[in-house]
């Protein structure tokens, strides 16, 4: 079950640590984002990036960073400004087709990580 | 600004009944909508877009912009449709994707 993988899959911290997530990607796509999964609110974007060493806010920037040194790797930090850290990470790609391109392409997700800050 | 709203949080219908997930959308452009699906313990997935005009798995859904509406049917609902649905619009521009809140469908036996 390859594709796009994150690890862990669970992960403690503690309060007022820095932590990192990993998305890594072997389908050649160009774009990848970071969602939030909080229940009774879908999926919130977070970061995403079109191209490597290129990225951009998503809605809910505040408290996360993030870096695209190279194309198949997307990691997450979540630093300890993120008031409320403890949810659902996912991590998704797509092959990019152009701006203002109607395109027919969907997002491949990976299988989450699941963070809580005690 | 684009907003993909589901009314409901929640579906529960018995197997062998009709389903309907509602999905709203407020975009100015021309809408590129989808549905995905994450099954228990599975990854969230694709199942349909709007553009394909297709019935996956039974599922199909038509876009209305008069009503500003994708909504999710199935005639026949089965046990393993139980899942969250998620509706999500595209971006002119670029690939990026804004999801709805999510409905969790349950069909009992």
């Known amino acids: 079950d390859g594709g796009i993988t994150q690890s862990p899959k669970y992960l403690f911290r503690k309060e007022g640590q820095n932590v990192t997530l990993s998305c890594e990607q072997n389908?050649?796509?160009?774009?990848m984002y970071w969602y939030r999964q909080d229940p009774g609110q879908g999926l919130r974007l977070i970061y995403y990036s079109q191209i490597v060493n290129d990225f951009q806010k998503g809605d809910i920037a505040e408290g996360y960073s993030v870096s695209r040194e190279k194309k198949e790797s997307f990691p997450l930090t979540v630093t300890s400004a993120q008031k409320n850290p403890t949810a659902f990470y996912l991590c998704a790609s797509n092959p990019t087709s152009g701006g203002g391109i109607r395109s027919y392409n969907e997002q491949f997700f990976g299988p989450g990580t699941r963070l809580t800050v005690l | 600004a684009q907003r993909v709203t589901q009314p409901e949080k929640l579906l529960s219908v018995f197997k062998g009944a009709p389903v309907e997930l509602k999905c709203n959308y407020s975009?100015?452009?021309?809408?590129?909508l989808f549905w995905y699906v994450q099954y228990s313990r599975q990854r969230l997935q694709l199942l349909l877009r709007h553009i394909s005009r297709e019935s996956i798995k039974g599922f199909t859904a038509d876009l209305n912009k008069g009503e500003t509406s994708f909504h999710l049917k199935k005639p026949f609902a089965q046990e393993e449709d139980s899942a969250m649905y998620y509706c999500a619009l595209k971006y002119t521009s670029g690939s990026r994707l804004t999801f709805g809140e999510g409905t969790q469908l349950t069909v009992n036996p």
């Open positions: 975009y100015s452009g021309s809408p590129e």
């Open positions: 389908l050649n796509h160009d774009a």
